[in-house]
């Protein structure tokens, strides 16, 4: 049986680093690369973590230099909405730490031509990974990714929330909900993972077990890996590459005290589902799917109705996350985006680097010609 891959031992040595960056976002969280890599074998493949005593880098290595440009690049794919350095580095934005970072991976990976780092966020940390590079005598690129959508929300209750969305999405809330809930066997289920309490197995500190929800079961996970697979299956979307990464995602989720995954029913037919990951805060809408055989019921915006009310109700979240692209839908939901940017960085000392950065030049001289 093939080994599953892991963590390479210099980053899982230090799982202070995932702890601290977990509440930046979902994606610098341990559970979150463990499932990648297991979910991605590929990802794991050629390991290049640059560690510093206060931050890393998830990186991975490809060419060699000679028939090829040595390069280093994120430990990401498409499954991944943001990548960032990982570490305690974000409490106080630390640029110093995030800069020495950069140019450490320089000296530590000496031969390489080309890093590619994406996708990042437009901010501090960026800037700071780009000044490290630079001060080790590397040109940097920055390039566009995609636009992420988001909702500010700290203190927004759902009626109030409900109210500033445009007519159109309340009408449909209103007209379609009343005609799904009169639909023989019609109904939204919500399964939600409690949060894990550390240190206690009775669920409660007082003696009181029923104080506190139970995890999820093994078998409520497994009806919910089967539904949203059935409904992925019949929705529009092509076929998941990596089948197993989104049945490992929603065990780790549900594990983590993370999940919160909506589904609608007809009978005994799943027809919609949702994944959103909720942790520290924030409320990532990771997937969602809907059979395309009951499309006229709008059960997608029925569900989403549900999770956004739990999120801003239940969970309080401050902030939700659309996470990636510039679909029309999510502008009915959100309030604000953001771009997503990724950083190329050319080591000029060595012929592929320097072959890489003459061609990204001339490329971007190229396209500014083409746009006149």
């Given at each position: ?105 320089v ?11 994406d ?11 780009e ?31 409900l ?6 999405v ?36 007082d ?11 093994d ?36 594990k ?6 909506g ?14 990951i ?95």
């Amino acid at each position: 049986m093939p080994k599953t891959p892991k963590i390479p031992p210099v980053a899982a040595d230090n799982p202070a680093f995932f702890n601290a960056a977990a509440r930046e976002s979902l994606f610098f969280s341990e559970p979150w690369f463990s499932n990648l890599l297991a979910g991605v074998p590929e990802l794991a493949a050629s390991p290049a973590w640059s560690l510093t005593p206060s931050a890393m880098l998830p990186m991975q290595r490809s060419g060699d230099g000679k028939r090829s440009p040595l390069q280093l690049t994120a430990v990401r794919n498409y499954y991944s909405s943001l990548y960032g350095p990982i570490g305690d580095v974000y409490r106080e934005q630390d640029s110093t730490a995030v800069q020495q970072l950069a140019s450490s991976t320089v000296r530590k990976f000496p031969h390489t031509d080309v890093i590619q780092l994406d996708p990042l966020a437009d901010d501090w940390s960026t800037t700071a990974l780009e000044a490290g590079f630079h001060n080790a005598g590397w040109a940097t690129r920055r390039f566009n990714c995609f636009g992420n959508w988001y909702l500010p929300c700290e203190g927004i209750a759902w009626a109030d929330y409900l109210a500033e969305r445009p007519g159109q999405v309340r009408s449909t809330i209103k007209r379609k909900g009343k005609k799904f809930a009169a639909l023989e066997g019609a109904r939204l289920q919500m399964l939600i993972a409690p949060p894990v309490v550390s240190g206690s197995h009775s669920g409660g500190n007082d003696g009181d077990s029923n104080e506190q929800p139970l995890p999820l079961s093994d078998d409520q996970i497994d009806q919910a890996i089967a539904a949203w697979t059935q409904i992925y299956n019949a929705s529009w979307k092509k076929p998941e590459p990596y089948p197993e990464f989104v049945p490992g995602l929603i065990r780790m989720a549900a594990k983590q005290g993370w999940l919160r995954f909506g589904v609608a029913w007809l009978g005994d037919v799943p027809i919609a589902a949702q994944i959103w990951i909720t942790l520290h805060g924030k409320a990532n809408i990771y997937k969602l799917a809907y059979d395309e055989e009951y499309k006229q019921h709008a059960a997608g915006t029925l569900l989403s109705a549900m999770l956004f009310e739990h999120a801003l109700d239940v969970d309080e979240v401050n902030e939700i996350d659309y996470l990636t692209g510039d679909d029309g839908y999510k502008r009915d939901w959100m309030t604000e985006r953001r771009e997503r940017i990724g950083l190329l960085a050319f080591n000029r000392q060595r012929p592929w680097g320097m072959a890489q950065f003459l061609k990204n030049r001339f490329g971007e001289t190229w396209q500014r010609f083409r746009r006149g």
